[in-house]
């Protein structure tokens, strides 16, 4: 079964990065587009971008453009999401997602990155 | 790319209907037959209840059902029933793999 298992919970200083992974099993890799989506506590969903797993080819919304960087490793079917220069309003929960929007879409659980100092 | 333009809260007893909208522009939702809706519990991942406008996966109940006019697509959701109670995010894509959320709505069954 398609499993998408993203890395534990963060706590970050503002102006540091973090990097969230999810590890993708029960299906080709390379297949499918993947996205990163977050949420910020009682706030909507925000779609960040998306990597394409075959190419390594990136979409990122203008409003990361220059602070997010998308990356795969497809040695171990492993999409990345670098977030950097880390400000509070960037605390959110912070989900990989399959194919948006389409019926072969999964997410995973999400990961929790709180921004304080 | 700014936001999709959903109202904050939606609410109708239980058998009603309840349709939320979804506006956009000729950019995103009136550009593509590509509007998903995804409902989402407290705590939860979100789930795809529509895709491709008023297409509904598998083991969505039929009382959820999607169209579009224009820049603007619509959920309805019949027969109300408590489970329904969630958040609803409609989704579009916005081209050159670009996507767009809406703001969300809030659900209430009363």
């Known amino acids: 079964q398609v499993q998408l298992v993203q890395s534990g919970a963060e706590v970050k200083k503002p102006g540091a990065s973090v990097k969230v992974s999810c590890k993708a099993s029960?299906?080709?890799?390379?297949?499918?587009?993947m996205h990163w989506v977050r949420q910020a506590p009682g706030q909507g969903l925000e779609w960040m971008g998306l990597?394409?797993?075959?190419?390594?080819?990136?979409n990122y919304a203008q409003k990361f453009q220059g602070r997010v960087i998308m990356s795969r490793d497809t040695s171990i079917s492993t999409v990345y999401m670098e977030l950097s220069r880390l400000r509070s309003d960037d605390t959110a929960v912070y989900y990989c997602?399959?194919?948006?929007?389409?019926?072969?879409?999964?997410w995973g659980l999400g990961t929790l990155v709180t921004v304080s100092s | 790319q700014s936001a999709l333009t959903q109202p904050p809260s939606a609410s109708g007893s239980p058998g009603q209907s309840v349709t939320i909208s979804c506006a956009g522009t000729n950019s995103d939702v009136g550009g593509y037959n590509y509007v998903s809706w995804y409902q989402q519990h407290p705590g939860k991942a979100p789930k795809l209840m529509i895709y491709e406008v008023s297409k509904r996966p598998s083991g969505v109940p039929d009382r959820f059902s999607g169209s579009k006019s224009g820049n603007t697509a619509s959920l309805t959701v019949s027969g109300l029933q408590a489970e329904d109670e969630a958040d609803y995010y409609c989704t579009s894509y916005a081209g050159n793999n670009n996507y767009v959320f809406g703001t969300g709505t809030k659900v209430t069954v009363l």
């Open positions: 990597i394409i797993p075959n190419s390594g080819g990136t």
């Open positions: 997602a399959r194919e948006l929007g389409t019926p072969e879409g999964y």
């Open positions: 029960g299906y080709t890799f390379s297949g499918h587009y």
